[in-house]
Nanobody
């Protein structure tokens, strides 16, 4: 699976951004789609994930109620709608795919990664 993330940018605190992830190279959509983020000097951390059929969705506590993950399997696209953004949301955001059955918050379960897109939230 090849992944291409887009949609990052600069936004003021309280604003919104929508990240997109385009998938290619796999005939079906039977994979978990996840979003992670990383800031300099810190480990990459889990943000949100959604199973291939949408039956299971996970969020990090820090983004619950503000971020929404979605996917369109027909278009092989995933999205992360980010509302009420805070300066601490500033990071490089990565989309990732896992062939694990079900859903996962664990970075090590994801074998496929996009290139990352920068999100900067100013105070």
């Amino acid at each position: 699976v090849q992944l291409q993330a887009s949609g990052g940018g600069l936004v003021q605190a309280g604003g919104s951004l929508r990240l997109s992830c385009a998938a290619s190279g796999r005939a079906n959509s039977n994979y978990v789609m996840g979003w992670f983020r990383q800031t300099p000097g810190k480990e990459r951390e889990f943000v949100a994930s959604r199973s291939w059929n949408g039956a299971s969705t996970y969020y990090a506590d820090s983004v619950k109620g503000r971020f929404t993950i979605s996917r369109d399997n027909a278009k092989k696209m995933g999205n992360l709608q980010m509302n009420s953004l805070k300066p601490e949301d500033t990071a490089v955001y990565y989309c990732a795919a896992s062939t694990l059955y079900g859903n996962s918050r664990s970075l090590s379960d994801y074998a496929y990664w996009g290139q990352g897109t920068q999100v900067t939230v100013s105070s």
